[in-house]
């Protein structure tokens, strides 16, 4: 059975920084896309980040350059630092995993439960 466990989820001040991880098991992981989307309340889940299994990367426009994807594929693990944290950030987090380097959420077929970040002003 696969499984996804996000955590590392939190209240932080803006600015600040947080760094999430999620926990892979039952699938070969290595070979595969992990992703990081989000969803705020009233909104639709969004991309943020996707990190392939060649190790490389792909960030939504509105997290590029205060967030970072790394994958620890001996742990089964992916991460995701969140520095410069703003208000707009606050939103379940999840992760994902797929076969395709892609942002678009029908090519991911786990999901984690998912985190919550909420960032105050």
């Known amino acids: 059975q696969v499984q996804l466990v996000e955590s590392g989820g939190g209240l932080v001040q803006a600015g600040g920084s947080l760094r999430l991880s999620c926990a892979a098991s039952g699938r070969t992981f290595s070979r595969y896309a992990l992703g990081w989307f989000r969803q705020a309340p009233g909104k639709e889940r969004e991309f943020v980040a996707v990190?392939?299994?060649?190790?490389?990367?792909y960030y939504a426009a509105s997290v590029k350059g205060r967030f970072t994807i790394s994958r620890d594929n001996a742990k089964n693990t992916v991460y995701l630092q969140m520095d410069s944290l703003k208000p707009e950030d606050t939103a379940i987090y999840y992760c994902a995993s797929g076969g395709s380097f892609s942002p678009r959420i029908e090519d991911y077929d786990y999901w984690g439960q998912g985190t919550q970040i909420t960032v105050s002003s």
């Open positions: 990190i392939y299994w060649t190790g490389a990367t």
